[in-house]
Structure formats: structure tokens, C-alpha cells
């Protein structure tokens, strides 16, 4: 494949259309298309009812730790499955960031166990689609997340369904410029391995706000340039 140079070429166009479709469809999440909702049970319906923690609950709404990035330890409350649902949609840098043999354990651990077979098949396959498309770039990859606003969809003591709105920001010289992505990522959780895991995501673009006059879009030479002596920002660290 011959390498991106100028924006302008109808080349760079189809790969830069190519990259903001993956982005947006794949990297914000990975979804799970369908749902098996026989065999977890009802979604959970009705006002949010927090049930009591259970012994040895954190006293927030976690995490308390993390394994390969993955968070992990969350509370068995409405708060504590907002969290994960954060969490989760937050582990796009980790994933892309991983060697491939060590995704399926981590889309393992996020997962509940009748989902992770399709999510894994389904994750490995994004980002294999994902890493094609940035091969021809040089330097190092950025791709930074952020959580912007949530909404309590359901919850129950065992169940629970929250939306996430999120951008991530993708660059790659030679291979993506600078681009964001807006999603929202509804979550299905449910309580197993005493932690709330992905019983399914789905994932829809926006809502994409417009970018105002104030600056000029930037290059990914740019982006480097004024981000360097910055640090990854990662709330409650």
C-alpha cells in the first residue's frame, strides 16, 4: 500500500474515510451484535433499586485494581456499575496497545462468561482490521479516550444497563491524521465472578459535535509536538 502523504489525494481520502469508519464502528467499545437474553435472565427494568454490598465490597465504586489495564473490582451497586461501564469503554489504548495473544484473556476478563467466545472473535478481528490500516504509518501510535457523560438506563442488584458517551481521539503519522470519534456505547452488565461483566455493548455514533473556528485541525506532527511533558490523565490516579 503506498504511504498517506498528502490529504488532499484521493488515495489518502479512501484511507482517511477508512479509518474514521474503524474508529468510530470498532474502537470505542467492541460490540457484540445480538443478545442471548434467555439465558441471562430479563433486562433490568423499572427505577434504579440499590441492593446491600455483599462482605468484602470496596468502599466505593471501584476499581480496586486492574490486571493487563483491565479494571477490575467493582461494587455491587448503581454506582459501581457505572464505573465499569466507564472502565470498559476507557480500554480502547490497552487493547490496541497489547500483544494479540494476550486480547482474548482480557476481552475474557471484561466478559460474561456466555459472551466471550463472540466478543473475542469479534475484538480480535476489529483490531486486526484496525492495526492493517495503520501499518503504513511510522512513529508511534496515539489514540486518547475520554468519558464525557453517562445515563442510568436500568438497574438491579444483578443487572444493570448503562449508556456512555465517549470520544477517542486516533493519530498516526503517515497513517491517520488527527481525527476524533463520538459513540455511545449502551452496556448490558450483569453480576458474575463477583464483579459486573459485558453481557453485550451496542455502539452508535455521536452525538458528534462540530468543530468550532478557534484553532485549525492538527497534524499529527502537530499533535506531538504540543503534547509532549504530558502525562495520560486517569481519574482517582
Given at each position: 500500500m503506498a504511504e498517506y502523504r498528502n490529504p488532499s489525494t484521493p488515495t489518502a481520502r479512501r484511507r482517511l474515510i477508512a479509518v474514521a469508519s474503524i474508529v468510530t464502528a470498532f474502537l470505542i467499545g467492541f460490540s457484540v451484535s445480538g443478545r442471548n437474553d434467555e439465558?441471562?435472565?430479563p433486562p433490568a427494568s423499572g427505577a434504579p433499586a440499590v441492593g446491600a454490598a455483599?462482605?468484602?465490597?470496596?468502599d466505593g465504586p471501584g476499581p480496586t485494581g486492574d490486571r493487563w489495564g483491565i479494571p477490575t473490582g467493582f461494587a455491587r451497586t448503581e454506582a459501581g456499575a457505572v464505573t465499569a461501564a466507564v472502565g470498559y469503554v476507557l480500554t480502547g489504548g490497552e487493547l490496541m496497545a497489547m500483544p494479540p495473544t494476550r486480547v482474548p484473556d482480557a476481552i475474557?476478563?471484561?466478559?460474561?462468561?456466555?459472551?466471550?467466545?463472540?466478543r473475542?472473535?469479534?475484538?480480535?478481528?476489529?483490531l486486526g482490521q484496525l492495526r492493517e490500516v495503520l501499518a503504513p504509518g511510522r512513529g508511534a501510535t496515539r489514540y486518547l479516550q475520554a468519558v464525557l457523560a453517562v445515563r442510568v438506563e436500568a438497574f438491579s442488584i444483578d443487572r444493570a444497563r448503562v449508556s456512555v458517551w465517549s470520544v477517542g481521539v486516533l493519530s498516526r503519522d503517515g497513517a491517520a491524521v488527527p481525527q476524533a470519534g463520538?459513540?455511545?456505547?449502551t452496556?448490558?452488565?450483569v453480576w458474575e465472578r463477583d464483579?459486573?461483566?459485558?453481557w453485550s455493548e451496542q455502539i452508535v455514533p455521536g452525538p458528534t459535535p462540530d468543530?468550532?473556528?478557534s484553532d485549525r485541525p492538527a497534524t499529527a506532527a502537530d499533535l506531538e509536538s504540543r503534547l509532549q511533558g504530558f502525562t495520560i490523565w486517569e481519574a482517582g490516579r
Open positions: 439465558a441471562a435472565g455483599p462482605s468484602g465490597a470496596p475474557a476478563l471484561m466478559s460474561a462468561e456466555a459472551s466471550t467466545g463472540a473475542v472473535t469479534e475484538a480480535q478481528a476489529k463520538w459513540t455511545t456505547s452496556f448490558e452488565l464483579d459486573w461483566k459485558v468543530l468550532n473556528a
